[in-house]
C-alpha cells in the first residue's frame, strides 16, 4: 500500500533569514516513494482490467449459453424404409446437431413433414452432446420431419 509523504513548503522569513518552516527534503527516499506509488497504481489498474476482462467474458458466455438454452435449433430431414413397404423399419439415421450441447438434457420434437405411408411412432435414442438417432416405426417408404432442437446448454 502506498504510504504518501505530506510534502511541506520550505518557508524563511525574507527579513531575517529565520527557518519558519522547514520543508520536506527532496530527497532520493521521498521521489523513490512517489515512483514506487505511481507503479502500485498502475499494477492495481491492470490486475482490475484483468479482473473486469475476465468477468466480461464469462458474462458474455453466460448470456450466450441461456440464450442458447431456449432457442431452437431446427433441421429438416428425411428417413427412409430400406426394407421396402411391406416390412416395418427398424434402421435409425443420425442426427448431427449443429451446436454441440453441455449436457443430454436437450429435448427434440418433431412435426411431419409428409409421409409416404404409414408413420408409426417417432423414437429417439443415443442422445450424444454433438447428436442423437432418429427412427420411424411404421412401413412408409419415407418421412420427412421438422426437427426441433431446444436446451442442453445449461450445466
Known amino acids: 500500500m502506498y504510504d504518501s509523504t505530506d510534502w511541506q513548503d520550505h518557508v524563511v522569513d525574507e527579513q531575517t533569514g529565520d527557518v ?35 468477468f466480461d467474458r464469462w458474462a458474455r458466455q453466460t448470456v450466450a449459453d441461456h440464450a442458447a438454452e431456449f432457442l431452437n435449433e431446427i433441421k429438416t430431414i428425411t428417413l ?19 451446436t454441440v450441447r453441455k449436457t443430454l438434457n436437450y429435448d427434440v420434437s418433431w412435426e411431419i413433414v409428409s409421409a409416404n405411408g404409414n408413420v408409426g411412432d417417432i423414437t429417439i435414442s443415443d442422445k450424444l452432446l454433438n447428436g442423437f438417432k432418429i427412427a420411424f416405426d411404421g412401413s412408409a417408404t419415407s418421412v420427412t420431419l421438422k426437427i426441433r432442437i431446444k436446451g442442453g446448454m445449461l450445466v
Open 20 to 54: 519558519i518552516q522547514q520543508g520536506t527534503p527532496q530527497s532520493a527516499t521521498n521521489f523513490n516513494n512517489q515512483e514506487n506509488g505511481i507503479q502500485d497504481a498502475h499494477t492495481a489498474t491492470a490486475v482490475f482490467l484483468q479482473y473486469f476482462m475476465q
Open 80 to 98: 427412409t424404409n430400406n426394407k421396402g413397404i411391406a416390412f416395418f423399419n427398424s434402421q435409425a439415421q443420425t442426427v448431427d446437431l449443429t
